[in-house]
């Protein structure tokens, strides 16, 4: 019986004070994001993720770790791809996803247990007009080709 004890004083020390809880956390996130969550078809409309600040998130001056920011951005990246349906073609594809550059602006502290939301960044100007010029330009080349916007039948 005491080697229960200690199975169970490892397990709660792995996922209180290592990263343990990344590894069940994101699994989870999908799976909510996928059932719960309604459907966003626009894969640029703006979504908040939230979530709450854990004993595994803090450093040594009890404050949020930087680097856990980015991880959280990580996490709202998953739940925007589950919910465009990004994420779903991408494993039908076998493909995977690259982040190829963050920037991360630290705005304040977070403390244990406190709740936060991340949130998108303003798009800049010229990327809605860079987004909506590829548009145009996409119609115009399939109008000038003849081709219709339905994809055709194999």
Same mark, same amino acid.
């Given at each position: 019986?005491?080697?229960?004890?200690?199975?169970?004083?490892?397990?709660?020390?792995?996922?209180?004070?290592?990263?343990?809880?990344?590894?069940?956390?994101?699994?989870?996130? /999908? *799976?909510? $994001?996928?059932?719960?969550?309604? +459907?966003?078809?626009?894969? #640029?409309? !703006?979504?908040?993720? @939230?979530?709450?600040?854990?004993?595994?998130?803090?450093?040594?001056?009890?404050?949020?770790?930087?680097?856990?920011?980015?991880?959280?951005?990580?996490?709202?990246?998953?739940?925007?791809?589950?919910?465009?349906?990004?994420?779903?073609?991408?494993?039908?594809?076998?493909?995977?996803? /690259? *982040?190829? $550059?963050?920037?991360?602006?630290? +705005?304040?502290?977070?403390? #244990?247990? !406190?709740?936060?939301? @991340?949130?998108?960044?303003?798009?800049?100007?010229?990327?809605?007009?860079?987004?909506?010029?590829?548009?145009?330009?996409?119609?115009?080349?399939?109008?000038?080709?003849?081709?219709?916007?339905?994809?055709?039948?194999?």
């Amino acid at each position: 019986m005491p080697w229960l004890w200690v199975a169970l004083l490892a397990a709660l020390a792995f996922f209180a004070f290592l990263d343990g809880w990344y590894l069940v956390r994101v699994p989870l996130v /999908v *799976l909510r $994001a996928r059932l719960l969550q309604p +459907r966003v078809r626009d894969l #640029l409309a !703006e979504q908040r993720t @939230v979530g709450r600040v854990l004993p595994s998130d803090l450093d040594l001056l009890l404050h949020m770790n930087n680097a856990r920011y980015l991880r959280e951005a990580d996490v709202a990246r998953v739940v925007h791809l589950t919910r465009c349906g990004v994420l779903g073609a991408l494993r039908e594809l076998g493909a995977n996803t /690259v *982040l190829a $550059a963050s920037c991360a602006r630290y +705005r304040r502290s977070l403390h #244990l247990f !406190e709740p936060f939301e @991340v949130e998108p960044p303003e798009q800049p100007e010229d990327l809605q007009h860079w987004i909506a010029y590829n548009a145009a330009s996409s119609q115009l080349l399939r109008a000038e080709s003849g081709l219709s916007c339905t994809p055709k039948d194999q």
